[in-house]
């Protein structure tokens, strides 16, 4: 399965931008990105998935770098409620490992009052 | 949104004794669904892919005799944890993915301690 690598932790202060990247070299042409986030004590959350393009939703902004090699979710104003771990997972469209999503670390963000 | 149902969301229980965790989607239907397990500070681990009316799929590692999984509707998956002991004492989570919606769609999480 294609990896991911993530920075173990970011701190961001309230109501600022936060930029959260994620590495991927060795994504295949057929590789949703796509970024979960897990509070703790709760299951996972969706939050936003892209394949080659751009993609914006009411929670965040994802941007693909064009080669597909990296990505960032970008959460526009940070509020307390997004301190959580956000992980960057790559989800095959096809074949057995369809759903089947590999997690890896993810990033601690730290939201500042 | 879509939403998955889990229950309990936590359960206490004896060594040597068993335990279902029940993972319901409860507006739309689910051919699918995937448990996973995550020990305190660590990542998600898939455990087994559960199947609509066929037997489920397990990784690699994880005990089929031990973790019982059933799927008999279309809305509802169990997970049971059979003669448990304190090393299974973990967070099981459920997921499935509804195909009109974006991403998968995650239970709130058992909490099981095995004492």
């Known amino acids: 399965d294609a990896k991911t690598t993530q920075p173990n932790s970011m701190e961001s202060n309230e109501e600022e931008p936060v930029h959260l990247p994620c590495n991927h070299s060795t994504i295949s042409g057929t590789d949703y990105i796509h970024w979960y986030r897990q509070l703790p004590s709760q299951g996972p959350e969706y939050v936003i998935h892209g394949l080659t393009s751009n993609v914006n939703n009411r929670m965040a902004s994802l941007a693909i770098a064009e080669d597909r090699k990296s990505s960032t979710l970008i959460l526009h104003r940070a509020t307390l409620r997004d301190a959580a771990v956000y992980y960057c997972i790559l989800v095959n469209a096809g074949g057995t490992s369809y759903g089947k999503l590999t997690f890896g670390q993810g990033t601690i963000l730290t939201v500042h009052p | 949104g879509a939403v998955v149902s889990q229950h309990p969301s936590r359960v206490i229980c004896k060594s040597g004794t068993s335990v279902k965790i029940e993972c319901r989607s409860l507006?739309?239907?689910?051919?699918?669904m995937f448990w996973y397990r995550q020990f305190p500070k660590q990542s998600l681990m898939l455990m087994a892919t559960s199947n609509e009316g066929s037997k489920a799929t397990y990784e690699q590692g994880v005990e089929k005799d031990k973790f019982l999984i059933n799927h008999a509707s279309l809305t509802l998956s169990t997970l049971t944890v059979t003669s448990a002991h304190p090393e299974d004492s973990s967070f099981y989570i459920c997921?499935?993915?509804?195909?009109?919606?974006?991403?998968?769609?995650f239970g709130s999480g058992t909490r099981l301690t095995v004492v």
């Open positions: 997921s499935a993915r509804d195909p009109f919606r974006s991403g998968y769609t």
């Open positions: 507006d739309f239907q689910a051919t699918t």
